[in-house]
């Protein structure tokens, strides 16, 4: 073989290996971005033992209950606002939609009746008190206080939270860790 055969072997390899890496770093980006936070690490939002906001304490009877917190333009929100309809809650919930008030206003419409849907401004003032960057996201909350949040993974993982006690929902949030 000539040296220009053995040269250009030698650049395919290494144009093939290039293409290999890049290839791989792609696939692990789009991994990264379709990849679902773990609610056992939602290091997002107001953290687990404090007290919540006092205007939202007051929507919920005894202060007990749970806020979920969407945003009216976040697709994974919408597929899960679609995907509740015709449920029940067993908790008293106050659902938060933040974003353009009239898209927020067509989230809650979709939503159960007996939900207490927050739009607008005083969605704007509840989520940044909550000191969320991350939508879906729920927080169950005893007495004002932050007992549980999570990032939910979809409408039938929301209702079992929800309709779960404080110890049953954390065994599942650690079996779901354990799992991954």
Not at 52 to 75: F, N, R, Y
Not at 119 to 142: H, I, K, M, S
Request: net charge negative; charged share 20%; aromatic share 4%.
């Amino acid at each position: 073989m000539s040296a220009l055969g053995t040269l250009a072997l030698v650049l395919a390899a290494v144009w093939m290996g290039a293409l290999s890496i890049t290839v791989a770093l792609l696939v692990r980006q789009v991994a990264l971005l379709t990849h679902h936070v773990d609610p056992d690490y939602a290091l997002d939002g107001l953290p687990v033992g404090r007290k919540l906001p006092q205007s939202l304490i007051h929507m919920l009877p005894e202060g007990s209950g749970s806020v979920l917190v969407l945003g009216a333009d976040c697709e994974p929100c919408k597929q899960l606002v679609h995907d509740l309809r015709g449920a029940t809650f067993a908790r008293p919930s106050v659902v938060v939609i933040e974003g353009e008030e009239k898209s927020a206003a067509a989230l809650a419409v979709e939503l159960a009746v007996e939900l207490r849907c927050l739009v607008g401004d005083e969605a704007a003032t509840a989520y940044a008190a909550l000191r969320l960057n991350t939508t879906p996201f729920v927080f169950l909350v005893d007495q004002g206080e932050i007992k549980e949040k999570a990032v939910p993974r979809g409408a039938a993982y929301l209702l079992g939270l929800l309709g779960q006690s404080e110890k049953s929902a954390r065994t599942d949030l650690q079996m779901l860790a354990m799992e991954k």
